[in-house]
């Protein structure tokens, strides 16, 4: 193996070129663009479709949609989502969800009880952050998962005519 | 010549006094140092959290400490296996008091869609976890309102319940 011993410029003998040097960059980066998004007071808005927190809307009538076939819960790949359903009699729809249940800490945003759901009922949101200190606070019921779903238009309201 | 009792209310006007309490917990919350355990995706996550985008250098927490020995906080970012738990266990026993555990994401937080025997189901089993984050993986932000929720239990020792979109 051969050495080559270079000869070592006289500006590279000393460290405080080479700091100078990094310092400049740094320099030129407190002058350029700033890529910082400051959180809490900026936000990320999301694109259209874009695949947040699943909830569940209600019609301009404030009919909840669910009518609970449990098909959301049949596809859920970490099955997040239970449901429970109860009778209305003399209605045609004939059934509600009691009680609909989303483990957020289990949900993986995949969209597919939004992909199944024939009656429209859940929607994926543009909300992302969600955190809480224990496990049951962040299993969302329906309280919660109608306030975040809010009211969808729905042009036929087949229910209504039946 | 000032009285004596000018002299006192020149010094409450200079000086400011504080527990000493509140000057720790001050302390502490602004410089978290995460142990970050990135087993999974959500590391990716994590070190977006750490990249110019999102700088959690703002919060406090820019050293990750990849030695427990000098962390504050451990952030689970990831599937935690059973062959995993172990190493993980002992990583948080390495940590000195006081400390705080993150729970990042599905898998960590409740084993997500890995209902199989190989998977931990949620890292509340082995150690004990103050935040949880909801998502697969979560985006930043996420990580970093987990972070301040953490801060708020350091001040206060209390969590606020789980983020809403109009921010209840």
Same mark, same amino acid.
Request: net charge positive.
């Given at each position: 193996?051969?050495?080559?011993?270079?000869?070592?410029?006289?500006?590279?003998?000393?460290?405080?070129?080479?700091?100078?040097?990094?310092?400049?960059?740094?320099?030129?980066?407190?002058?350029?663009?700033?890529?910082?998004?400051?959180?809490?007071?900026?936000?990320?808005?999301?694109?259209?479709?874009?695949?947040?927190?699943?909830?569940?809307?209600?019609?301009?009538?404030?009919?909840?949609? =669910?009518?609970? $076939?449990?098909? /959301? &819960?049949?596809? #859920? !790949?970490?099955? +997040? %989502?239970?449901?429970?359903?109860?009778?209305?009699?003399?209605?045609?729809?004939?059934?509600?969800?009691?009680?609909?249940?989303?483990?957020?800490?289990? =949900?993986?945003? $995949?969209?597919? /009880? &939004?992909?199944? #759901? !024939?009656?429209? +009922? %859940?929607?994926?949101?543009?909300?992302?952050?969600?955190?809480?200190?224990?496990?049951?606070?962040?299993?969302?019921?329906?309280?919660?998962?109608?306030?975040?779903?809010?009211?969808?238009?729905?042009?036929?309201?087949?229910?209504?005519?039946? | 010549?000032?009285?004596?009792?000018?002299?006192?209310?020149?010094?409450?006007?200079?000086?400011?006094?504080?527990?000493l309490d509140a000057v720790v917990k001050w302390a502490r919350k602004n410089s978290l140092w995460p142990m970050p355990l990135g087993t999974a995706c959500c590391a990716i996550e994590m070190m977006a959290a750490a990249g110019p985008r999102y700088d959690i250098a703002r919060f406090g927490s820019e050293r990750?400490?990849?030695?427990?020995?000098?962390?504050?906080?451990?952030?689970?970012?990831?599937?935690?296996?059973?062959?995993?738990?172990?190493?993980?266990?002992?990583?948080?026993?390495?940590?000195?008091?006081?400390?705080?555990?993150?729970?990042?994401?599905?898998?960590?937080?409740?084993?997500?869609?890995?209902?199989?025997?190989?998977?931990?189901?949620?890292?509340?089993?082995?150690?004990?976890?103050?935040?949880?984050?909801?998502?697969?993986?979560?985006?930043?932000?996420?990580?970093?309102?987990?972070?301040?929720?953490?801060?708020?239990?350091?001040?206060?020792?209390?969590?606020?319940?789980?983020?809403?979109?109009?921010?209840?």
């Amino acid at each position: 193996m051969i050495v080559v011993n270079r000869e070592v410029p006289f500006q590279h003998r000393f460290y405080f070129t080479s700091v100078l040097g990094g310092m400049w960059i740094t320099f030129k980066h407190l002058l350029g663009r700033k890529f910082t998004l400051r959180y809490p007071e900026a936000r990320f808005k999301p694109p259209q479709g874009y695949r947040g927190i699943p909830a569940l809307v209600k019609d301009q009538n404030g009919r909840e949609k =669910c009518v609970a $076939c449990f098909l /959301c &819960e049949f596809i #859920c !790949p970490p099955r +997040a %989502i239970t449901i429970r359903a109860g009778e209305l009699p003399g209605n045609p729809i004939e059934k509600y969800p009691e009680s609909f249940e989303i483990n957020m800490l289990r =949900c993986i945003y $995949c969209g597919y /009880c &939004e992909e199944v #759901c !024939p009656e429209e +009922a %859940i929607f994926l949101q543009q909300a992302y952050e969600f955190a809480g200190g224990s496990r049951r606070e962040m299993i969302f019921g329906k309280d919660k998962l109608y306030k975040l779903g809010g009211v969808r238009q729905d042009p036929i309201l087949k229910w209504a005519h039946k | 010549m000032q009285t004596e009792k000018e002299a006192a209310s020149l010094i409450e006007q200079a000086l400011m006094t504080t527990r000493l309490d509140a000057v720790v917990k001050w302390a502490r919350k602004n410089s978290l140092w995460p142990m970050p355990l990135g087993t999974a995706c959500c590391a990716i996550e994590m070190m977006a959290a750490a990249g110019p985008r999102y700088d959690i250098a703002r919060f406090g927490s820019e050293r990750l400490s990849f030695s427990p020995r000098q962390a504050d906080m451990m952030i689970v970012a990831g599937t935690v296996t059973k062959k995993m738990a172990p190493a993980l266990r002992m990583i948080y026993d390495q940590m000195p008091d006081p400390k705080w555990v993150i729970a990042m994401g599905a898998c960590a937080s409740s084993g997500g869609m890995f209902h199989t025997y190989a998977t931990v189901q949620g890292v509340d089993q082995i150690v004990p976890v103050d935040v949880y984050i909801s998502g697969c993986p979560p985006r930043p932000e996420a990580l970093l309102y987990g972070l301040m929720l953490i801060q708020e239990k350091v001040r206060t020792g209390k969590v606020r319940g789980p983020f809403t979109v109009d921010g209840e």
